[in-house]
Protein backbone atom coordinates (compact mmCIF):
# COMPACT_ATOMS: atom_id res chain seq x y z
CA UNK A 1 0.00 0.00 0.00
CA UNK A 2 1.48 3.47 -0.86
CA UNK A 3 0.56 6.84 -0.13
CA UNK A 4 0.70 10.37 -1.66
CA UNK A 5 3.80 11.75 -0.98
CA UNK A 6 2.18 15.38 0.17
CA UNK A 7 -0.31 13.41 2.36
CA UNK A 8 3.10 11.71 4.23
CA UNK A 9 4.53 15.02 4.71
CA UNK A 10 1.24 16.89 6.07
CA UNK A 11 1.37 14.00 8.42
CA UNK A 12 4.84 13.89 9.54
CA UNK A 13 4.13 18.02 9.89
CA UNK A 14 0.97 17.15 12.12
CA UNK A 15 2.77 14.80 14.42
CA UNK A 16 6.14 16.85 14.70
CA UNK A 17 3.47 19.56 15.87
CA UNK A 18 1.54 17.15 18.16
CA UNK A 19 5.39 16.34 19.62
CA UNK A 20 6.43 20.09 20.00
CA UNK A 21 2.84 21.00 21.84
CA UNK A 22 3.22 18.42 24.63
CA UNK A 23 6.86 19.18 25.04
CA UNK A 24 6.16 22.95 24.95
CA UNK A 25 2.97 22.07 27.41
CA UNK A 26 5.31 20.38 29.69
CA UNK A 27 7.87 22.59 30.04
CA UNK A 28 4.91 25.09 30.79
CA UNK A 29 3.89 22.79 33.43
CA UNK A 30 7.29 22.55 35.03
CA UNK A 31 7.61 26.14 35.22
CA UNK A 32 4.45 26.62 36.85
CA UNK A 33 4.79 23.62 38.77
CA UNK A 34 8.41 23.00 39.88
CA UNK A 35 10.22 26.71 39.49
CA UNK A 36 12.00 27.82 42.41
CA UNK A 37 9.63 24.86 44.81
CA UNK A 38 10.80 21.45 46.35
CA UNK A 39 10.97 18.32 43.78
CA UNK A 40 8.54 16.15 43.17
CA UNK A 41 8.54 12.66 43.80
CA UNK A 42 7.30 10.10 41.84
CA UNK A 43 8.16 7.28 42.84
CA UNK A 44 10.47 7.53 46.11
CA UNK A 45 14.25 7.41 45.63
CA UNK A 46 13.85 7.06 41.91
CA UNK A 47 12.04 9.30 39.93
CA UNK A 48 11.26 12.58 40.65
CA UNK A 49 10.01 16.24 38.74
CA UNK A 50 13.17 18.94 39.44
CA UNK A 51 13.34 22.21 37.34
CA UNK A 52 16.31 23.06 35.86
CA UNK A 53 17.26 25.75 33.21
CA UNK A 54 19.70 23.86 31.05
CA UNK A 55 21.99 26.24 28.68
CA UNK A 56 23.10 23.27 27.41
CA UNK A 57 23.13 20.36 25.31
CA UNK A 58 20.88 17.35 26.18
CA UNK A 59 21.36 16.18 29.48
CA UNK A 60 23.73 19.33 30.25
CA UNK A 61 26.14 18.83 28.39
CA UNK A 62 28.07 21.77 26.68
CA UNK A 63 26.97 24.64 28.72
CA UNK A 64 26.55 28.40 26.94
CA UNK A 65 26.87 27.22 23.15
CA UNK A 66 23.13 28.74 22.45
CA UNK A 67 23.84 29.77 18.87
CA UNK A 68 25.87 26.79 17.91
CA UNK A 69 23.24 24.43 19.07
CA UNK A 70 20.83 26.52 16.84
CA UNK A 71 22.75 26.25 14.76
CA UNK A 72 22.96 22.62 14.67
CA UNK A 73 19.79 21.96 14.82
CA UNK A 74 18.70 23.80 11.66
CA UNK A 75 21.31 21.91 9.85
CA UNK A 76 19.72 18.80 11.08
CA UNK A 77 15.64 19.79 10.26
CA UNK A 78 17.10 20.39 7.22
CA UNK A 79 18.51 16.93 6.15
CA UNK A 80 15.12 15.34 7.53
CA UNK A 81 12.72 17.69 6.11
CA UNK A 82 15.42 16.55 2.63
CA UNK A 83 15.38 13.02 3.47
CA UNK A 84 11.29 13.24 4.36
CA UNK A 85 10.81 14.53 0.83
CA UNK A 86 12.58 12.13 -0.72
CA UNK A 87 11.64 9.09 1.16
CA UNK A 88 9.40 6.53 -1.39
CA UNK A 89 5.83 6.62 -0.14
CA UNK A 90 5.59 2.59 1.07
CA UNK A 91 4.80 1.15 4.19
CA UNK A 92 8.24 -0.20 4.59
CA UNK A 93 8.98 3.35 5.07
CA UNK A 94 6.84 4.49 7.77
CA UNK A 95 9.45 3.37 10.89
CA UNK A 96 11.57 5.86 9.16
CA UNK A 97 9.57 8.61 8.72
CA UNK A 98 8.44 8.20 12.58
CA UNK A 99 11.71 8.53 13.86
CA UNK A 100 12.32 11.46 11.72
CA UNK A 101 9.62 13.04 13.24
CA UNK A 102 10.54 12.53 16.54
CA UNK A 103 13.85 14.01 16.18
CA UNK A 104 12.74 16.94 14.57
CA UNK A 105 10.01 17.21 16.85
CA UNK A 106 12.29 16.94 19.66
CA UNK A 107 15.19 19.60 17.94
CA UNK A 108 12.37 21.64 17.47
CA UNK A 109 10.94 21.72 21.07
CA UNK A 110 14.39 22.92 22.13
CA UNK A 111 15.18 25.38 20.14
CA UNK A 112 11.78 26.74 20.63
CA UNK A 113 13.47 27.08 24.23
CA UNK A 114 17.02 28.22 23.35
CA UNK A 115 15.62 31.03 21.26
CA UNK A 116 12.48 32.22 23.50
CA UNK A 117 14.29 32.17 26.50
CA UNK A 118 18.20 31.25 25.84
CA UNK A 119 17.76 28.32 27.85
CA UNK A 120 16.21 24.76 28.05
CA UNK A 121 13.75 23.61 30.37
CA UNK A 122 14.48 20.43 31.87
CA UNK A 123 12.49 18.64 34.95
CA UNK A 124 12.58 14.84 34.79
CA UNK A 125 15.40 13.48 37.00
CA UNK A 126 16.10 9.65 37.69
CA UNK A 127 17.01 9.61 41.27
CA UNK A 128 18.37 6.33 41.54
CA UNK A 129 21.79 6.47 39.11
CA UNK A 130 21.33 10.33 39.55
CA UNK A 131 20.87 10.63 35.83
CA UNK A 132 21.27 13.75 34.67
CA UNK A 133 17.82 16.14 34.35
CA UNK A 134 15.75 16.30 30.53
CA UNK A 135 12.55 16.74 29.02
CA UNK A 136 10.38 14.98 26.43
CA UNK A 137 12.22 16.88 23.46
CA UNK A 138 15.73 15.04 24.78
CA UNK A 139 13.60 11.71 25.22
CA UNK A 140 12.17 12.11 21.44
CA UNK A 141 15.44 12.63 19.87
CA UNK A 142 17.79 10.31 22.37
CA UNK A 143 15.23 7.19 22.19
CA UNK A 144 14.62 7.80 18.52
CA UNK A 145 18.08 7.91 17.20
CA UNK A 146 19.33 5.07 18.96
CA UNK A 147 16.47 3.18 17.69
CA UNK A 148 17.10 4.82 13.81
CA UNK A 149 20.70 3.39 14.42
CA UNK A 150 19.24 0.02 14.81
CA UNK A 151 16.84 0.27 11.75
CA UNK A 152 19.91 1.34 9.39
CA UNK A 153 21.99 -1.42 10.52
CA UNK A 154 19.84 -4.12 10.80
CA UNK A 155 16.58 -3.48 8.94
CA UNK A 156 17.50 -1.17 5.55
CA UNK A 157 19.87 -2.51 2.96
CA UNK A 158 21.55 -0.41 0.90
CA UNK A 159 18.88 -1.04 -1.57
CA UNK A 160 16.33 0.54 0.68
CA UNK A 161 18.37 3.80 0.91
CA UNK A 162 19.31 4.38 -2.54
CA UNK A 163 16.74 7.80 -3.05
CA UNK A 164 19.07 9.30 -0.89
CA UNK A 165 21.31 9.08 -3.33
CA UNK A 166 22.56 12.56 -5.29
CA UNK A 167 22.72 11.56 -8.24
CA UNK A 168 20.76 12.79 -10.97
CA UNK A 169 20.71 13.05 -14.80
CA UNK A 170 24.33 12.90 -16.56
CA UNK A 171 25.52 12.64 -13.01
CA UNK A 172 28.02 9.92 -12.93
CA UNK A 173 28.89 8.10 -9.07
CA UNK A 174 31.94 6.78 -8.73
CA UNK A 175 30.14 3.15 -8.90
CA UNK A 176 29.45 4.03 -12.37
CA UNK A 177 33.18 5.23 -13.19
CA UNK A 178 35.06 1.86 -11.50
CA UNK A 179 32.00 -0.35 -13.73
CA UNK A 180 33.32 1.58 -16.56
CA UNK A 181 36.94 0.98 -16.16
CA UNK A 182 36.11 -2.60 -15.60
CA UNK A 183 34.60 -3.10 -18.84
CA UNK A 184 37.40 -0.99 -20.62
CA UNK A 185 39.79 -3.32 -18.88
CA UNK A 186 37.29 -6.26 -19.85
CA UNK A 187 37.50 -5.57 -23.34
CA UNK A 188 41.24 -5.00 -23.71
CA UNK A 189 41.86 -8.28 -22.28
CA UNK A 190 39.62 -9.60 -25.00
CA UNK A 191 40.97 -7.92 -27.48
CA UNK A 192 44.57 -9.65 -26.18
CA UNK A 193 43.21 -12.79 -26.04
CA UNK A 194 40.65 -13.10 -29.29
CA UNK A 195 40.78 -16.94 -28.85
CA UNK A 196 39.74 -16.34 -25.26
Known sequence: MTKKPVANLIIDLIFMILLVAWDQYTKAWAVSNLKEKPAISLISGVLELNYLENKGAAFG?????????????????????YILIKAPCKDRYFILHLLLSLIAGGAVGNMID?????????????????????????????VSTFVLIIVLLFVYKDNDLRFLSFRTKGYRTLDDVNSDRADVTSGAEDKENPDA
Do not use: E
Open 61 to 81: MLQNQRIFFIFVAIIILSCIV
Open 114 to 142: RVTLNYVVDFIYVKIIDFPIFNFADIYVT
